[in-house]
């Protein structure tokens, strides 16, 4: 099996290569692509592999750009570090979707999925896979929340996107307004959220905070390679951003 890997994070595209030779020995990965730009001028001037795995966040836009720019024949696995809209778009049709990080056994299943349908000539899935490709490049922009319910003096108020500071994980979620203001909120989990935010707006910092990008005071770098963020609502606080999501924050505030 001839594979292209499409990935910007060169630790996570060697584990993927790794995990993909335990695999199946005969695994050929014909190119490590680390950007739309890279992948287009690869399909342009290549015959395509068997199977495409790509990463939904690129450096330098999302792999959905690719669709727009070159015809992809191949199936396509789809991988994301968290993903809000992505996965929601592709759980019905998409060949299969991986979450980061990538293990054996969700990487064999997917594999095993792809060998199912794709091993073998068949029409049908060649159909399915064809109105998969249709879909992701008609598809409209998804709807994302402008006003977020929580709790404030005995009574529930919709707080707009554009007044909410930050979602931050304490035991219980809250929902920390610009002024500082910390209001209960009806969600069980940040993943929850980060489903239903526009992520041009909010960013998920770490596993406790989505932060709104009006919010970014400043932010620094640490040799580490991580991200120390502090906010213009409180000073005092920190949203600290891995060395992994260090480049995916830089992109993002600078859209």
């Known amino acids: 099996m001839k594979v292209v890997i499409i990935e910007d994070e060169p630790l996570v595209a060697k584990n993927l290569t790794r995990i993909l030779k ?67 778009a592709f759980k019905v049709n998409s060949v299969d979707y991986l979450l980061k990080p990538i293990d054996k056994e969700q990487l064999q299943s997917a594999v095993e999925k792809f060998n199912k349908y794709f091993g073998v000539k068949n029409d049908a899935m060649g159909e399915q896979f064809k109105s998969l490709l249709e879909n992701m490049q008609n598809k409209s922009t998804p709807k994302f929340k402008e006003r977020f319910l929580a709790h404030y003096k005995g009574g529930i108020v919709p707080m707009p996107e554009n007044k909410t500071a930050y979602f931050i994980k304490d035991t219980i979620i809250y929902l920390v307004t610009n002024e500082n203001e910390r209001l209960v909120t009806d969600y069980n989990t940040i993943d929850e959220i980060e489903e239903v935010v526009n992520p041009e707006k909010f960013f998920r910092a770490n596993r406790q905070m989505i932060i709104h990008v009006e919010q970014v005071d400043t932010y620094k770098k640490h040799d580490t390679g991580k991200i120390e963020v502090h906010l213009k609502c409180d000073k005092n606080v920190r949203a600290d951003v891995s060395r992994e999501k260090a480049n995916e924050f830089v992109t993002w505030l600078d859209q």
Do not use: C, H
């Open 22 to 88: 335990q695999i199946d020995a005969s695994v050929e990965v014909l190119a490590t692509l680390d950007s739309v730009a890279a992948s287009v001028k690869w399909v342009n001037e290549n015959a395509q592999p068997d199977l495409f795995f790509m990463d939904i966040q690129l450096a330098d836009g999302v792999s959905f750009d690719i669709f727009n720019k070159v015809r992809i024949e191949s199936p396509v696995i789809f991988t994301t570090a968290y993903n809000e809209y992505a996965i929601r």
